[in-house]
């Protein structure tokens, strides 16, 4: 079954970097857009950016734009998000997902939080 395990997360300082990982499995990962989507408290689910299948093509939303970088490793069935000067705001649970109508199951998600 389609299955997504994203790890990375932790505690950082304003300013700081992470880079988030998302292991697939279950489906021909090459051939879907992907996408990253977070969750901070009491806030909906948003979109932060996609990748095409091909890992030629990406999608930012303005809080990510020139901040964030997705990137993916089809050989490993593998996304990866790269976050940058890093803010309070982007607190949040980070998921990935393929980027369909219908999403497949939700991983357990990465932990980020950004404080001094």
């Known amino acids: 079954q389609v299955q997504f395990v994203e790890s990375g997360g932790g505690l950082v300082q304003p300013g700081g970097s992470l880079r988030l990982s998302c292991a697939a499995s279950g489906f021909a990962f090459e051939t879907y857009t992907m996408n990253w989507v977070r969750q901070a408290p009491g806030k909906e689910r948003e979109l932060v950016g996609f990748?095409?299948?091909?890992?030629?093509?990406?999608y930012y939303a303005d809080f990510a734009e020139g901040r964030f970088v997705i990137t993916r490793d089809n050989t490993k069935n593998t996304l990866y998000l790269q976050m940058n000067d890093l803010k309070p705001e982007d607190t949040a649970v980070y998921y990935c997902n393929q980027r369909t109508l219908i999403p497949s199951p939700w991983g357990q998600g990465t932990q980020v939080i950004v404080s001094s």
């Open positions: 990748i095409t299948g091909n890992g030629i093509d990406t």
